[in-house]
T-cell receptor, first 113, second 113 residues
């Protein structure tokens, strides 16, 4: 079972470049979200989606865009990379909200120089 | 907004001993869910245990158990008979019935042989 697949696993960007982090899940989960993990700060929510065509902002949305055209895919776009966006990014999916378990991808380590 | 606090950045335990990781949270909601996730060096996020706020009985999963004190808004994780494979970052997380997860900053657990 693939679960949640994130690509790439590592990426180095120059300041000002744009890129898309890919996330795909094969569990037919309605709910998907993106987090960033920084030392001493845990995981912070960037954007989330409760279903295809529906997205909303989380705690730290600035500098990121998302779209959800299918149930399976939830890409995260960095519009103009900044050193402050150096982080580890996680995509997660769950069948719903509440008590349902969130399944995470293996993360993308992004460095912006 | 809900906040989750893990006051112990690092903890260590001797192999086969018991350790307790602390977590407190702040919320005005009555219906919510609490989780402990483990993140080993591989970066993978793994669900350890979950607790529904409406349940008075503390959740247990093999060597892992929680002490849930709803009035005190406390949700600690106890690991019994610690093993070398328990060494990881542990994140406490809060989720309401209609919202995404909020994570604490994490506790790094070291297990000494």
């Amino acid at each position: 079972n693939a679960g949640v697949t994130q690509t790439p696993k590592f990426q180095v960007l120059k300041t000002g470049q744009s890129m898309t982090l890919q996330c795909a899940q094969d569990m037919n989960h309605e709910y998907m979200s993106w987090y960033r993990q920084d030392p001493g700060m845990g995981l912070r929510l960037i954007h989330y989606s409760v279903g295809a065509g529906i997205t909303d902002q989380g705690e730290v949305p600035n500098g990121y865009n998302v779209s959800r055209s299918t149930t399976e895919d939830f890409p995260l776009r960095l519009l103009s990379a900044a050193p402050s966006q150096t982080s580890v990014y996680f995509c997660a999916s769950s069948k719903g909200q509440g008590r349902t378990e969130a399944f995470f991808g293996q993360g993308t380590r992004l460095t912006v120089v | 907004a809900q906040t989750v606090t893990q006051s112990q950045p690092e903890m260590s335990v001797q192999e086969a001993e018991t350790v307790t990781l602390s977590c407190t949270y702040d919320t005005s909601e009555s219906d919510y869910y609490l989780f402990w996730y483990k993140q080993p060096p591989s970066r993978q996020m793994i669900l350890v245990i979950r607790q529904e706020a409406y349940k008075q009985q503390n959740a247990t999963e093999n060597r892992f158990s929680v002490n849930f004190q709803k009035a005190a808004k406390s949700f600690s994780l106890k690991i019994s008979d610690s093993q070398l494979g328990d060494a990881a970052m542990y994140f406490c997380a809060y989720r309401s019935w209609n919202n995404d997860m909020r994570f604490g900053a994490g506790t790094r657990l070291t297990v000494k042989p």
